[in-house]
């Protein structure tokens, strides 16, 4: 018999998993880790350690693994991108400065889980901050509900994050690929929950009414940014991260004269 448990994180946005380990993975486990993600978002798994193999089975079982446009993948393993920082680094980290929900700019086939597992981690910086979707919604004034309901978002590869991402695509080696623009609602429904999804580093608009769609844009954005939506969480070597993109925005934080690397596997 297992004995894990789960308790949330800061604010209440994801939740720990403990006492599980994804070397000896049962399948009700897989079936209980989809549940918290349901439930909170985001789940964190202290200090796994696992080996490439081990760590993409897990992420396989919880869905179709996709290669990310944007990144190469490790050298066996296609579907494991590297995300390295290097001391010599100036720029901002990859997806740092604005809160987003990945690949929101894909029309169909939006992976829906992003997966990182700690492989170099800096002391006491280059945490990750997330912002509950469930929880900002659920804060909403009734009349901004009513006003959104059926309203769509234009999210673009080329939004407000795209310089970080360009950085990071030139150091590799990758070409920037053509800009991706589409259309989601910016309320989505997980397991009957509502969530707002305005991804902000890909947003470019908010489709209300002309008179209106400027500042709803604005007044959602400076919401899920507020301090009582989000966590940041603090990384260990070996930790391991899912979020469900349709109810999570996350984003780097600010890391200076350090190597911090994460593996990350994007999830259908
Ligand atoms: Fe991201």
């Known amino acids: 018999m297992s004995n894990i448990s789960i308790s949330p994180g800061k604010n209440n946005v994801g939740a720990y998993v403990n006492d599980l380990d994804l070397n000896d993975l049962k399948e009700n486990q897989t079936n209980l880790i989809k549940d918290i993600l349901n439930k909170y978002g985001v789940v964190f798994i202290k200090q796994q350690n696992l080996d490439s193999k081990t760590y993409q089975n897990f992420a396989q079982s919880l869905g179709q693994l996709v290669e990310y446009p944007r990144l190469k993948g490790l050298e066996n393993y296609p579907f494991i991108n590297v995300l390295e920082r290097k001391p010599t680094d100036k720029s901002i980290a990859f997806g740092g400065s604005f809160l987003h929900q990945d690949t929101s700019y894909l029309d169909k086939d939006r992976p829906r889980y992003t997966m990182l597992m700690g492989i170099e981690i800096p002391d006491n910086q280059g945490n990750t901050i997330f912002s509950s979707g469930f ?4 804060k909403l004034p009734e009349e901004i509900k009513e006003k959104i309901r059926n309203a769509k978002g234009v999210f673009s590869s080329a939004g407000p994050i795209s310089k970080t991402r360009r950085e990071l695509e030139a150091r590799s080696g ?14 989505h429904e997980v397991n009957g929950q509502k969530s707002l999804y305005i991804s902000p580093g890909h947003l470019m608009k908010i489709k209300i009414n002309e008179k209106e769609n400027e500042e709803i844009k604005k007044y959602l954005i400076d919401h899920v940014n507020k301090d009582e939506f989000i966590f940041s969480y603090k990384w260990d070597k070996g930790d391991i991260v899912v979020w469900d993109n349709l109810s999570i925005m996350h984003k780097a934080s600010e890391v200076k004269n350090c190597t911090r690397v994460m593996h990350r596997i994007t999830i259908k």
Do not use: F, G, L, P
């Open 174 to 187: 990758i070409k920037s690929a053509q800009v991706m623009e589409a259309e989601h609602s910016i309320v």
């Open 135 to 138: 929880n900002s919604y659920k």
